[in-house]
Structures are given as C-alpha cells and as structure tokens.
C-alpha cells in the first residue's frame, strides 16, 4: 500500500505561482511513475504532467501547460512537486497526484496506468 497526501494548493491571482507537493509513504520504494491530475468542477480528472522515478526520469506534460508548469521529484524524500507559474483561471481545478507500481505498459496520461491516488488538492486562480 502507498498513501499520498498532497499539499500546496490554494487562492492565487491569475499570472500568479503555487508549488505542489505529494509526499508517499508505505511501499514507496516499489515506485516506477507519478504524476499529477486535476479536475475541474462538471469536468472529466485530466492528465497535467507525469514522472517516471527510475530509468533517466522521463517526463510529459499535457499541452496546456507545457512552458508554465514543471514536475520534479525527491527521490530520497518521497515526494513529488508541480511548479505551476503564469496560472490562469483555467486551471483552476482539485490537483491529484498518482503513483504507479513498477510493471510495463505505462501510459503517463491515463489514470487506468497509476494504483494509488492522494485526497486531492483545490488550486482557484482567480481572474
């Protein structure tokens, strides 16, 4: 088993920054991919950005926010951030972060490829 506990979101202006944080504990050293969703009120959960935590850390982000919105992980922390910068109201939404367990087939974008979710986090940019 693998909790997440997400962390981080909050009221910004548009423009404006937030830092995202995922933190895991139990079996987090049988970790192979994160990444980070969102959903927004009405909406289907989307794909945002996506890690992979072993083998050179291969990244992808969803267009919308390619050039705005940087993953990174801390390996020796167990944990997983979003940089999100120039934040529109779009992307106002709940931010989840998932983790996959080691096995292939890994679509970064599908949320049929994670096992574990965290509780979720609001993110409202307001224009």
């Known amino acids: 088993q693998v909790q997440l506990v997400e962390s981080g979101g909050g009221l910004v202006q548009a423009g404006g920054s937030l830092r995202l944080s995922c933190t895991a504990s139990?079996?987090?050293?049988?970790?192979?991919?994160m990444g980070w969703f969102r959903q927004a009120p009405a909406k289907e959960r989307e794909f945002v950005a996506a890690i992979r935590w072993i083998r050179g850390g291969t990244i992808s982000y969803t267009d919308s926010v390619k050039g705005r919105f940087t993953i990174s992980r801390d390996n020796a922390k167990n944990t997983l951030y979003l940089q999100m910068n120039s934040l529109k109201p779009e992307d106002t939404a709940v931010y989840y972060c998932?983790?996959?367990?080691?096995?292939?087939?890994?679509?970064?974008?599908?949320?049929?490829?994670?096992?574990?979710w965290g509780q979720g986090t609001q993110v409202t940019v307001s224009s």
């Open positions: 998932a983790q996959r367990s080691p096995r292939t087939g890994w679509d970064p974008a599908s949320d049929l490829s994670y096992d574990y």
């Open positions: 139990g079996r987090t050293f049988s970790t192979y991919a």
